[in-house]
């Protein structure tokens, strides 16, 4: 008896793991479909994110959120045409994304000398005030 108790414990324990994992972003809601695709609340607040500063603004009214979230079902439904179409394979387009994630890559490289940067100034600082006392 024991020995079935602990079993069904443990399974208990096991599904309720697995349903936490889940498959996808199941930390976040889904505010739109489109096509097989899903726009969730961690797609709205990075395009908020991105937004300029004298655009938050819009994100603090309805009608804001409603335009923002409109403009990320319009910029799937183009990326779902663009592919349907092909134009993802065309070299035009490979080259401007290899553009994109080049600098990119260089605006993260540039941000993490800054950070290695600011690192190196704290640790100097807080030497610094450690010898003088």
Do not use: W
């Not at 797609?43 to 009214?61: C, G, T």
């Not at 319009?74 to 779902?80: F, R, W």
């Amino acid at each position: 008896m024991k020995y079935c108790v602990r079993s069904l414990l443990i399974f208990c324990v096991a599904v309720v793991a697995l349903g936490n994992l889940g498959c996808g972003k199941k930390d976040a809601d889904v505010l739109a479909i489109v096509g097989d695709r899903e726009i969730t609340t961690l797609d709205f607040d990075r395009a908020i994110q991105n937004l300029p500063k004298n655009y938050k603004v819009l994100a603090e009214s309805y009608k804001g959120k409603r335009k923002i979230l409109d403009n990320l079902v319009k910029k799937e439904l183009l990326i779902i045409e663009a592919e349907n179409r092909g134009y993802h394979q065309e070299d035009v387009i490979k080259k401007k994304i290899t553009e994109i994630q080049g600098k990119t890559q260089e605006e993260l490289d540039k941000q993490i000398l800054d950070i290695k940067s600011q690192q190196g100034y704290i640790s100097r600082q807080v030497y610094e005030k450690c010898s003088a006392q």
